[in-house]
């Protein structure tokens, strides 16, 4: 069974450009969850979709990013006219419909590492 | 803000000792769940907690949760120098918003484990 799938792994971008990454879960997971890194800090929540809704955007900047997961294909967040704060790791996780309340374990990717000049 | 504040922030300890890191959260919440996170990688999950569990053990990891106190301790046993890594605690609250949970990250405890 493959595991959480994330690329690029790195990706350099120049400020003003576009940073697309994408995941693709697990098989058999539904639900989808994005957060960000930055170094020497924890995981900072951006979204949560499940296969072509958007669940909670809470932490997403409400400008340049995004977030999608069609019903084919993997899930992108993009970031528009990156800015070199978007520096960070990029983590992507899948779980699988919970029999019980609340969110369980949850399978992480390796990271996207964006690099902003 | 963080929902999870792990304490100490960097711990260093020789091999074979005990090691305890502390988390304290804000809200009411379903469950509690401890993951590592090796350099460079992604996270791992290492245990899950429910709010209405006290203690739970899984090898030479054991997990308390007192929700009055709105705490919970990892203690890693016997440790190995291969147990260096970063370990955060992640808290799913109780309230739900738009028909769905997410896990709120602490700031990590920095674990290195001498020979």
């Known amino acids: 069974n493959a595991g959480v799938m994330q690329n690029p792994r790195h990706l350099v971008r120049r400020r003003g450009q576009e940073a697309r990454l994408r995941c693709s879960p697990m098989k058999g997971h539904s639900h989808v969850y994005w957060y960000r890194q930055l170094p020497e800090e924890g995981l900072k929540f951006m979204v949560y979709l499940q296969k072509e809704n958007i669940i909670d955007e809470s932490g997403m900047p409400k400008e340049r990013f995004s977030a999608e997961f069609p019903k084919e294909g993997p899930s992108i967040l993009r970031i528009q006219q990156v800015v070199r704060g978007d520096s960070a790791a990029y983590f992507c996780a899948s779980s699988p419909p919970s029999p019980y309340r609340g969110t369980g374990e949850l399978f992480f990717g390796e990271g996207s590492r964006l690099t902003v000049l | 803000s963080q929902q999870g504040e792990e304490d100490p922030q960097a711990l260093s300890i020789q091999e074979g000792e005990n090691a305890t890191m502390n988390c304290s959260y804000k809200?009411?919440?379903?469950?509690l769940q401890w993951y590592r996170q090796n350099s460079g990688r992604g996270l791992v999950h290492l245990i899950l907690i429910r709010s209405n569990e006290r203690e739970k053990h899984s090898g030479r990891l054991r997990v308390t949760l007192d929700t009055s106190k709105k705490s919970s301790s990892l203690l890693i046993t016997a440790s190995r120098a291969a147990d260096t890594a970063s370990y955060f605690c992640a808290t799913d609250a109780w309230e739900v918003t738009g028909g769905g949970n997410k896990l709120t990250f602490g700031t990590g405890t920095q674990l290195k484990v001498e020979l």
């Open positions: 809200t009411s919440i379903n469950n």
